[in-house]
């Protein structure tokens, strides 16, 4: 799988988990039913944000790809919790890209 269809495929998944009973154990389902509400997935992109920061500065390229990927899970869950539709951020995309296109 090398194009967006893991993201589409991952945003089902988060769905689905948010829909399960909630006697399944998921990571998912622990950040987006936390005591804390929405703060817990928001404080998840913050800290995931500086780890991809601090790897960029470090260089290595393999913490990188894993940080990247960590900040990108959260930021999906985050958007689950906000209750926005990842196809909403993936339809801006193609908007901008599409306007884009003029200057290319
Ligand atoms: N991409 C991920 C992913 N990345 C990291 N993690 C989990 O993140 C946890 C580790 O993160 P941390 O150490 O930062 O967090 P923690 O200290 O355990 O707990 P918190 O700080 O989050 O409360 C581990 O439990 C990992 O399994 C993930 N869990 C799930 N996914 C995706 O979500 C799908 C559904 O997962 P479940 O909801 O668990 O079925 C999976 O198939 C994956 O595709």
Redo the contacts with the bound molecule.
Sequence with gaps: MTDAQVFDE?WQ??CQ?AREDPG????????LF?EKGID?PL??VG??SCEFVLAVKNGREEAIVGEA??LL??LMVALKAADVDFAKVEEELEVRRAGMHLHD
């Design positions: 991952l998944v988060i988990r399944r154990k998921s990571y998912v389902r622990h950040l936390h817990k404080e998840k800290e995931e990927a960590d899970f959260h």
